[in-house]
């Protein structure tokens, strides 16, 4: 390679380490400061479904479709959506033939396929971000919790919602969308409740009540993610969480507090809350201003949820990744110009990702208004909703 470029990526979610695949693949040096231990470190979470315009997209750029293929599940597109009452609303059932257009993968796989396809010691691990600041000769100059500091001429952030690099671009700070969510899981569903596994089947089964709504999915490690959120009236406030006296450091409490926010739900709806064992995770969800962009500085850009946090209705991980993509090809089409090429970068991202913010806000928007559920199901049906 000519011009191999020399870049600091802070973060390994999908989009950093995606990014930097693609990068160590053209003969970049790579290094990614991650604040997680290791990669055991945290639970990652559900799953996510990759679109084939921009997460399954960046996969192929970067030679690892068949690698995507063997762990994503394409008949975890099914969904049933609900009300609170049992009504079934709207019905998917993916059929054998499936394209795949948007195959569930779990996160913690997606991650474990991306570090497998790095050279071995592009991730820092247990490397926290503290601060960042413009070296005198140019560059940035890193400070990582411990203390230790680095100095790197291309810099991107990749750290998600809370991102310690975007006061260095933007004063733009997440706002609560008044809603909060908690968390859960049942685990190795089929054998302790083979009757729940059967209602929630191979994908989603979603209810969406008044004010309220339960989303379990299916992952492929034998658990079934239960989210609930929670936006009427009375539990809303941005400070909700932590005002409602719901002990969810104590999950078994925690439970039992929940449950009767569910009254009047179905019996499948509480019979899934009340499996959920492990820990609970209560999130009040936030999200950037729709369109946010700031002024360029060298050497310095941002992707996913740092740059464009955004209601969480399936585009964040695949718009992040669609940003990787993006970046690594302007890298390629600048040689030797770096900075030439994070503002070409970042003129196509402001474009591209403002409507898919404004397309999660309108779907978030008709979640959470009094008829959501039938609102959802018009939109499934390509009625607008
Ligand atoms: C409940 C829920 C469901 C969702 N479902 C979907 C879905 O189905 N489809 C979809 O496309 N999106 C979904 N999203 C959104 C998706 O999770 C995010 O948009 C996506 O993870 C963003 O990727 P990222 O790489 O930008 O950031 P992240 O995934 O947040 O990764 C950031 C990384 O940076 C690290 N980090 C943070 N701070 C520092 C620091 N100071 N120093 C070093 N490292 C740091 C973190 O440990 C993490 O590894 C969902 C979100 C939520 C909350």
Do not use: K
């Amino acid at each position: 390679m000519a011009h191999p470029t020399e870049v600091a990526i802070v973060g390994g979610g999908p989009g950093g380490l995606t990014l930097a695949r693609l990068l160590t693949m053209r003969g970049d040096r790579v290094t990614v400061y991650e604040r997680d231990a290791g990669r055991a470190a945290r639970t990652q979470g559900g799953t996510l479904d990759l679109h084939a315009d921009t997460g399954q997209r960046a996969l192929r750029a970067a030679g690892l479709t068949e690698a995507f293929r063997r762990h994503a599940r394409p008949e975890g597109e099914d969904m049933l959506l609900l009300d609170h009452t049992g009504t079934v609303l709207h019905r998917d059932d993916t059929p054998d033939d499936s394209p795949a257009l948007r195959p569930e993968i779990d996160r913690a796989d997606l991650r474990d396929l991306l570090l497998d396809a790095l050279p071995p010691g592009t991730v820092a691990w247990g490397r926290a971000l503290r601060t960042a600041a413009p070296a005198p000769d140019g560059g940035w100059e890193l400070e990582f919790a411990d203390g230790d500091r680095a100095r790197h001429r291309v810099l991107i952030g990749a750290d998600g919602a809370h991102s310690r690099l975007r006061p260095l671009l933007t004063p733009a700070v997440p706002h609560h969308l008044g809603v909060n969510t908690v968390e859960g899981a049942v685990p190795d569903i089929d054998r302790t409740h083979p009757g729940l596994a059967a209602t929630v089947g191979r994908g989603s089964y979603w209810v969406v009540g008044d004010g309220r709504s339960l989303a379990a999915q299916r992952c492929s490690d034998g658990s079934v993610r239960v989210g609930l959120s929670f936006h009427g009236p009375a539990h809303r406030a941005a400070d909700w969480l932590t005002t409602c006296g719901i002990p969810f450091a104590r999950p078994d409490e925690a439970r039992a507090a929940l449950l009767p926010l569910f009254d009047g739900w179905t019996p499948a709806c509480r019979a899934l809350i009340s499996a959920c064992t492990g820990p609970l995770t209560p999130r009040a969800l936030t999200a950037l201003p729709v369109g946010l962009r700031w002024a360029h500085r060298p050497g310095l850009t941002l992707l996913g949820d740092a740059a464009h946090l955004m209601p969480p209705v399936s585009h964040g991980a695949n718009a992040a990744m669609r940003d990787a993509l993006e970046l690594a090809t302007a890298l390629d089409a600048a040689p030797g110009d770096p900075d030439a090429a994070l503002r070409a970068y970042e003129e196509e991202m402001f474009a591209r990702t403002a409507g898919v913010a404004a397309e999660s806000a309108r779907i978030l928007e008709m979640i959470t208004s009094p008829a959501g559920g039938r609102r959802i199901a018009a939109f499934f049906r390509g009625e607008g909703g």
